[in-house]
């Protein structure tokens, strides 16, 4: 049993989560909460979360490790409250802003950063991922992995460098329940505000950017193990839609897509280790 419990209660009254599902071990959150978005009755926000997720992946078919009784969630929310249409960069940045503010707010020691498209980072290692889906009726899935416990040092071999985690840092675990409190909430209201001004984005993150002033490459229109279409140059921050700003040679470009990671060594399992 994992001694992190999360109350119902608390997510409902300072969350405003309306359906809350918690399970003991999935394959991954995000097929859980596929299975609400698919019940149109399903009172939403939606909240799945598990104590242990056996094949959690990442963007571009990627997996994502974390310790066992990590905040591993998926929430469901309504598109309307993010002014519906299709998947945009802006959507991801705005869960990452939501999450690193909520980070800081519970463990101020954290620090933690915003790197463009998905992830957040704390003293150069990974310390959560996001990955946001689109489904039908009008529903959107942000799924979000933070190493709110545990350590680097029981990740597989090979991408133990590239994490980090709350306890590595600060020297003790974050609560799933306290920062569940602070995020769902945080995210909900920063969508509904970006709905209504689509420059409240870039406000936020400008000061939690992990890029801005960094050279960087950008891995672009690849599948895992490809090589081949990258941009590199300074980042100028993102703009109003989430896209990524680099003044390269070719002038200044607006990156809606890409990978700042070499797909090549994306990590897929126990068989890379």
Request: glycine share 12%; with cysteine.
């Amino acid at each position: 049993m994992i001694p992190d419990p999360i109350d119902p209660h608390v997510l409902a009254t300072q969350a405003g989560v309306a359906t809350f599902v918690h399970l003991d071990e999935v394959e991954t959150t995000m097929d859980q909460a596929r299975a609400l978005a698919a019940d149109p009755a399903m009172p939403l926000p939606a909240l799945v979360v598990a104590d242990r997720q056996v094949r959690g992946r990442g963007r571009r078919g990627a997996r994502w490790w974390q310790p066992d009784g990590a905040l591993v969630m998926s929430l469901v929310l309504d598109a309307a409250v993010i002014d519906g249409g299709p998947i945009c960069p802006a959507w991801s940045l705005a869960c990452g802003v939501a999450l690193a503010e909520a980070l800081a707010g519970v463990e101020p020691a954290l620090a933690p950063r915003v790197r463009w498209p998905n992830d957040i980072e704390v003293e150069g290692g990974k310390l959560a991922g996001i990955l946001v889906e689109a489904v039908p009726d009008g529903r959107v899935i942000f799924g979000v992995g933070v190493n709110t416990i545990g350590s680097a040092a029981d990740a597989p071999a090979g991408i133990g460098r590239r994490i980090a985690t709350v306890p590595d840092v600060t020297g003790r675990a974050v609560p799933r329940e306290r920062l569940l409190a602070a995020f769902v909430p945080r995210l909900v209201a920063l969508l509904e505000g970006m709905a209504a001004d689509d420059s409240l984005l870039i406000g936020r993150y400008r000061p939690l950017c992990a890029l801005t002033g960094h050279e960087v490459t950008v891995y672009r229109g690849l599948g895992i193990g490809a090589s081949g279409d990258t941009v590199r140059g300074p980042c100028l921050g993102i703009d109003r839609h989430g896209a990524l700003v680099l003044d390269t040679v070719a002038g200044r470009l607006h990156i809606e897509s890409g990978s700042l990671s070499d797909p090549a060594a994306a990590w897929h399992g126990e068989a890379d280790a």
